[in-house]
């Protein structure tokens, strides 16, 4: 099996490393799924703590890479499935945060382990020449056998869907009513409000968004409501490290919320937080 791919592109390039990053904040591992055209990060919940979300990032391969190369181990294979360690392959892109990056190549090989090879050409202030950065991830090739256990997640269906211009405001909005309640009701109607309510024993707090953009919604129905796990939410608000200030809120009513971040057209992050009952 190969995979060799190349971003130039520095807008780019931080954008990648934002997506690294947020992941890298959500859980210790991650899956890598390579496929022909498209690439796929998956963080799941992570057994050992209860206020991870479930988070993907589906990244067309065009949009980031002039150079995109996978050959899966056999023909009738469609995707390289890895797993690694989100912290390391955080740490290993951070690079691209500074300016001066020229290139990035992402290479899976073996060295004395197999490993995702990321190799900055990086120009220094100091020197007229750039010289390469390299950090090498190790990785878990996971074998065909095992793959029904990593597909990459559906989009739920959502009875409504709206979108909020302002995902700085509701994410410190959420990490206040995280103390407040163990769960957030979030109440939308086709008018494009979307309120966000925390109760307690002792007081019911709610936030209203008037004006929202609607994405999508059912006429024969005046709104969806759904209740998640306040520390989940606050979690996936709190790990972003994207630029983007726009998120899509779907409701699928009674059953889970979904929060998209288009990065760009085919840049996607997702997040599914079920529903619970108390």
Known sequence: MKFRALMQDPMYMREFQAIAATLAK???DCVMILGSRQMHFIVNEDQSSTASPLVWASIAA???FPEYRMEAARPDQEYIVLGMSSANLGRALSVLRGGGVNSCKLKLQRI????ISVIAS???SSSTEAREVVHDVPVTIIPASDWPAYVV?????????????????????????KNVSPSLEFQANNDGELNVIATSEMSTVTSRFKKLLLRSGDVS??????????KKASAFFGALQLPNDELTIGIDREHTIHLQIDVRQD???????????F
């Open 26 to 28: 959500l859980a210790k």
């Open 62 to 64: 065009d949009e980031y």
């Open 112 to 115: 004395q382990f197999p490993c």
């Open 122 to 124: 990086v120009l220094l």
């Open 153 to 177: 997640p559906r989009v739920p269906s959502s009875q409504l869907a709206l979108s909020l211009p302002s995902l700085r405001l509701l994410r410190s909005l959420i990490d206040k009513l």
């Open 221 to 230: 129905q005046q709104g969806a409501s759904c209740s998640v796990d306040s």
């Open 267 to 277: 840049v996607v992050l997702h997040s599914i937080l079920p529903a619970v009952c």
